[in-house]
């Protein structure tokens, strides 16, 4: 695990990258992309789509407080994390419905879509009817 970040213990404070939480959030967009790992750097230096401006700016006016109740909704899974979204809950599709992600200092440089799985694991019952004979088969044990 690189020492990006550390916290957990006690009298620490967050800090990313030897900066603290106050200190990116007063950051401009272009400090804070200096501090991000290549692919999210890249992605914000190449420019953000439309949709992900508006989520931006949706963000922007939203405080914490309003988000707990009504959540922002989002498809963007490929929205990178910036230090303004935190303390925020977004509603991120995950492929058929909306999931809550409230953002936490630690979430900073990754991506939306990496707090919430499109997929979930399967849970195999016993052979039911039209099953082959021997995967009818079940030990007494």
């Not at 290549?38 to 931006?56: D, P």
């Not at 599709?93 to 409230?102: I, L, T």
């Not at 707090?115 to 099953?131: N, Y």
């Amino acid at each position: 695990m690189s020492q990006e970040y550390r916290t957990g213990r006690e009298g620490d404070e967050f800090t990313y990258r030897g900066h603290t939480l106050e200190e990116l959030q007063e950051m401009d967009v272009e400090e804070v992309v200096e501090l991000l790992p290549a692919r999210k750097r890249r992605s914000i230096e190449r420019g953000l789509t439309v949709e992900q401006q508006k989520l931006l700016e949706k963000a922007r006016t939203k405080d914490a407080e309003e988000t707990a109740n009504s959540p922002i909704r989002t498809h963007l899974r490929d929205m990178p994390i910036l230090p303004e979204f935190v303390g925020l809950t977004f509603a991120v599709y995950n492929g058929q419905s909306f999931e809550r992600v409230r953002v936490e200092p630690e979430m900073i440089g990754h991506y939306l879509g990496e707090f919430q799985l499109t997929r979930s694991s399967v849970e195999h019952g016993q052979a039911g009817i039209g099953a082959t004979r021997s995967s009818k088969f079940v030990p007494l044990k």
